[in-house]
């Protein structure tokens, strides 16, 4: 959509890093109204590989 040159989109931060199309400008939104409630989901009494815990407590750090 957004290559048509009539439109504006909107992705999060992470996505800037794997923009190709040199046509294409990403301008970063510093505005706390474009916040989002996130939800982190696992299955009860299920380990989780090293990596993911390291990511869930990094998360978990980051949030408070």
């Known amino acids: 959509m957004t290559g048509s040159e009539r439109s504006v989109t909107i992705l999060p931060a992470t996505a800037r890093e794997v923009l190709t199309e040199p046509a294409l400008v990403a301008k970063p ?23 993911a815990e390291a990511c869930v407590a990094l998360m978990l750090r980051e949030l408070k």
């Open 29 to 51: 939104i510093d505005d706390p109204a474009f916040v989002r409630p996130i939800a982190l989901i696992r299955k009860r009494g299920r380990t989780l590989p090293r990596v």
